[in-house]
């Protein structure tokens, strides 16, 4: 008998083999048939969906979900275009703390303000507290003064705006969140996910000294998923700097590892181990991406998290080690930096299906397009970057570079497989609005940013569902309805592929299932 019978449905389920359905059968939380395999057989319950449409849940191969659940918890100053009602809002989160405490907010982003504003400026509202303002990019921050004076003397800042390195040196100094506080965020930011049709999703990144919450922050993942608190299904990205060195049989070929040798693959189910993160830049808002060219109107080429070497010799040594690697490279250079050492990589070690990825791809000029095809790197991009921020991306790249920010047509036409994600909480992640903007790649004051770069809506229904499970090596389990993979399936209130391209962003989740369930 059946658990499920779903019926009166439009399925699309981005299996070429068998396109289109309109009923599915699940048994304990698998697919189990479509239509005429399912239809005379008894079942638990049977759901009328009354013509809605089907397809398999959306990945998210790109997230930071502990920051995106603390975010959502913490007072922020966005949005804002004026430094007084930044400082106002920096004084009521101050109003609210102990003396000599912390106090942290989100949402800072000094592109669209008034006027500039430093830790001088800040301290007038700080009554001495510690005042950290994390920039919306992720790659940023601004400090006082109180926290300016505990930094070593060596950490460069230009009035208390910090970047990179730098930034990673104020947040080594605040205290770690608790297990506890991780894993209510972990569970808030999954929730969020899965109300927007999100069934599984990459954490990009844990352990980094960059980025990190906790030196523990794994063990909040863990105990959400052991305290059914993880509504999603979740693979942890693991970053390079967590990685310590080892000594190891010479044919192992691994000279630095995590915890006990454990690489991307290990685990199963809700929580399993994904990539290894490599950061080779910065970001485009932090001005931080690496490029060939300075940002228009400056002399700025942004820059590589260490010295081109050291990166080369980090995404080696992961090759060899077994790991998949997820290459964070934004700018131009940065991205010649990930090819040229995957390249080598390859060159010592080939590894047919290593499904290497390179994380953002923002700017990737004509001539690395083949290069990726050559070495059957995956693209994963966040088309909402261009929506939300695309306006300033294309004035400081300039005419002739705007074209080539967060490709979408062009990898298709060399053979790249396009991935799609979000990079939440730096935007918006619902996969609906951002496959909108990758067929009409249009910015939210409705410029068009490469309209060449545009694809059709069953090309960018791929980057979320089957060509997303490829990039998270999910593809015998998710990524499309087929008979005998996880039942993990969203519910629309329309059809993308009928609706005006407009209206995609607006479509309704009506139900997001997890393992054949819709309950949370």
């Known amino acids: 008998m059946l658990c499920t019978r779903l019926t009166n449905a439009r399925v699309i389920t981005m299996d070429p083999a068998r396109p289109t359905a309109r009923e599915i059968g699940i048994w304990r939380g698998r697919i189990v048939g479509l239509d005429e395999?399912?239809?005379?057989?008894p079942a638990r319950r049977v759901l009328d969906l009354d013509g809605a449409t089907v397809l398999p849940g959306f990945i998210d191969s790109h997230v930071h979900l502990a920051w995106t659940g603390l975010k959502a918890q913490a007072?922020?100053?966005?949005?804002?275009?004026?430094?007084?009602?930044?400082?106002?809002?920096?004084?009521?989160?101050?109003?609210?703390?102990?003396?000599?405490?912390?106090?942290?907010?989100?949402?800072?982003?000094?592109?669209?303000?008034?006027?500039?504003?430093?830790?001088?400026?800040?301290?007038?509202?700080?009554?001495g507290r510690k005042v950290y303002l994390g920039h919306i990019s992720g790659h940023a921050c601004l400090v006082n003064t109180a926290v300016l004076e505990l930094l070593p003397e060596e950490v460069a800042h230009t009035d208390g705006f910090l970047t990179e390195e730098n930034m990673g040196a104020a947040l080594r100094l605040r205290p770690p969140h608790s297990?506890?506080?991780?894993?209510?965020?972990?569970?808030?930011?999954?929730?969020?996910?899965?109300?927007?049709?999100?069934?599984?999703?990459?954490?990009?990144?844990?352990?980094?000294?960059?980025?990190?919450?906790?030196?523990?922050?794994?063990?909040?993942y863990q105990r959400a998923h052991d305290s059914d608190r993880l509504p999603i299904r979740l693979q942890l990205m693991v970053a390079a700097d967590a990685l310590r060195p080892v000594t190891t049989a010479r044919e192992d070929l691994t000279s630095r590892a995590f915890g006990l040798g454990l690489r991307t693959g290990f685990g199963e189910g809700r929580l399993s181990l994904g990539a290894l993160k490599v950061f080779t830049d910065g970001g485009m808002m932090?001005?931080?991406?690496?490029?060939?060219?300075?940002?228009?109107?400056t002399h700025s080429t942004g820059q590589l998290q260490m010295p081109a070497e050291q990166l080369e010799e980090t995404i080696v040594q992961g090759h060899l080690a077994g790991w998949q690697l997820a290459v964070h490279a934004i700018g131009d250079r940065a991205v010649d930096v990930a090819l040229n050492a995957l390249e080598k990589a390859h060159r010592l070690h080939h590894r047919p299906d290593a499904r290497h990825r390179i994380e953002h791809a923002g700017l990737v000029r004509p001539d690395q397009l083949p290069r990726f095809a050559a070495l059957g790197v995956i693209a994963v991009i966040q088309p909402s970057f261009l929506r939300y921020f695309g306006d300033d991306y294309?004035?400081?790249?300039?005419?002739?570079?705007?074209?080539?920010?967060?490709?979408?047509?062009?990898?298709?036409?060399?053979?790249?497989?396009l991935v799609g994600s979000s990079d939440r909480?730096?935007?918006?992640?619902?996969?609906?609005?951002?496959?909108?903007?990758?067929?009409?790649?249009?910015?939210?004051?409705?410029?068009?940013?490469?309209?060449?770069?545009?694809?059709?809506?069953?090309e960018a229904l791929r980057a979320y569902t089957s060509d997303a499970a490829y990039a998270c090596h999910w593809e015998d389990s998710a990524g499309s309805l087929t008979s005998g993979k996880r039942a993990d399936l969203v519910v629309l209130g329309d059809d993308p592929r009928r609706?005006?391209?407009?209206?995609?962003?607006?479509?309704?989740?009506?139900?997001?299932?997890?393992?054949?369930?819709?309950?949370?």
């Open 425 to 458: 909480p730096v935007a918006n992640g619902a996969p609906l609005q951002a496959i909108q903007f990758m067929v009409e790649r249009a910015s939210e004051s409705r410029q068009v940013i490469g309209s060449a770069e545009g694809v059709s809506v069953d």
């Open 179 to 220: 297990l506890a506080e991780l894993t209510g965020a972990i569970e808030t930011a999954a929730r969020i996910c899965r109300a927007e049709g999100v069934t599984a999703c990459a954490e990009s990144g844990i352990g980094s000294e960059l980025f990190a919450h906790s030196p523990v922050e794994a063990a909040a």
């Open 75 to 127: 007072p922020s100053v966005t949005p804002s275009t004026r430094v007084d009602d930044v400082l106002d809002a920096v004084s009521r989160a101050v109003a609210r703390t102990r003396p000599g405490s912390w106090v942290d907010l989100g949402g800072y982003d000094q592109r669209p303000l008034d006027r500039p504003l430093g830790a001088k400026e800040l301290d007038t509202v700080s009554q």
């Open 37 to 41: 395999e399912v239809a005379g057989l």
């Open 499 to 520: 609706v005006a391209t407009s209206r995609i962003g607006e479509i309704e989740v009506v139900q997001t299932f997890l393992d054949g369930s819709e309950s949370i």
């Open 286 to 297: 932090a001005r931080t991406a690496a490029l060939t060219e300075p940002y228009r109107g």
């Open 394 to 417: 294309s004035a400081i790249m300039g005419e002739e570079r705007a074209p080539w920010l967060y490709r979408g047509r062009s990898f298709l036409d060399h053979g790249v497989r």
